[in-house]
């Protein structure tokens, strides 16, 4: 089974979550993705490139990036339906070493907010600050890129 | 390429590259853990155990998390041994400890992928602090299968 890694910035990812929405979230996202990682078949699950996955135990969603994709960067996102839906995970998978490396932990921008906070919410902007620091770390870990 | 730890759990290792894992050489207890061919970090659930172990608030603090995951994930759902072990607080890591079996065995246990002796299921009960009874459907199969228990209703 492959193993899943956090990268450098989930922790301050995580740090950030406490203080804007709680301790709780920053806990609950810990336990999810423990959970997740634990999972034979949500694990696998991951691997696929399929469009968009529904998985259950622990309940979750994952799909492609496409405009990352589409560049080669085969990364993806993870939210997780029943217990921190606000959140998004973002992940990359290294098919050369079979290994996951979380990203990125963020705060998907409300669906009723025009007008948003980019430094707390994210909505996979391409010259956000998230996606260019996922992007850079992807890149210096040498994670395979692919075609 | 440089295997930077997590620096609150860097200290007590040293780390040898090998061509796609590094191994923990130092602590003979945890002697053959994989680490990340990228970062040479551990994976994620290993470097959270080893964190509660070490610090008791904060084990504290994800049981109960733990606790409210079992509501959230699982209501509505039948007992099955993830959602009794998430509901006494505890991750795979440490229930197969405390059973006394692997966390990749009790992995697939958990997702119904193979069967197990009558032994392993009282050990899980034990440390899920639950009666067989309450483990109902493993012991249903259990009365048709005496040597082997199919999980994979569980």
């Given amino acids: 089974m492959p193993d899943l890694y956090d990268g450098d910035h989930v922790l301050a990812d995580l740090a950030l979550i406490r203080r804007e929405w709680g301790a709780d979230d920053e806990r609950k996202i810990n336990a999810f993705l423990d959970e997740l990682s634990d999972s034979d078949d949500a694990m696998w699950a991951l691997t696929q490139r399929k469009q968009q996955r529904n998985f259950d135990r622990p309940f979750f969603n994952s799909c492609a990036i496409e405009w990352m994709l589409d560049q080669g960067f085969n990364m993806y996102r993870i939210r997780s339906t029943a217990v921190v839906p606000s959140y998004r995970m973002l992940y990359a998978y290294d098919h050369t070493v079979d290994e996951f490396h979380v990203l990125a932990v963020v705060r998907k921008k409300p669906h009723t907010a025009p007008d948003y906070d980019r430094r707390i919410h994210y909505d996979y902007e391409p010259d956000h600050h998230i996606s260019i620091r996922v992007l850079a770390e992807y890149d210096s870990l040498r994670i395979a890129r692919v075609g | ?154």
């Fill in chain 2, 1 to 154: 390429m440089t295997a930077s730890a997590s620096p609150a759990l860097a200290s007590p290792f040293s780390i040898t590259a090998t061509p796609a894992t590094f191994l923990v050489q130092a602590h003979p207890g945890r002697a053959n853990e994989r680490r990340s061919a990228r970062s040479g970090k551990l994976p994620r659930a290993t470097y959270n155990a080893q964190r509660e172990e070490a610090d008791p608030n904060y084990a504290a603090r994800m049981a109960e998390t733990r606790r409210e995951l079992s509501r959230e994930m699982y209501e509505g759902k039948a007992n099955c041994v993830a959602r009794l072990r998430l509901a006494a607080g505890l991750s795979q890591h440490q229930l197969s400890a405390l059973a006394g079996i692997t966390q990749p065995h009790l992995a697939k246990i958990e997702s119904g992928k193979l069967s197990i002796q009558l032994s392993t299921a009282v050990s899980l009960a034990d440390a899920l602090g639950v009666s067989l009874d309450e483990l109902r459907p493993l012991t249903r199969l259990q009365e048709r299968t005496p040597q082997n228990v199919s999980v994979g209703s569980l």
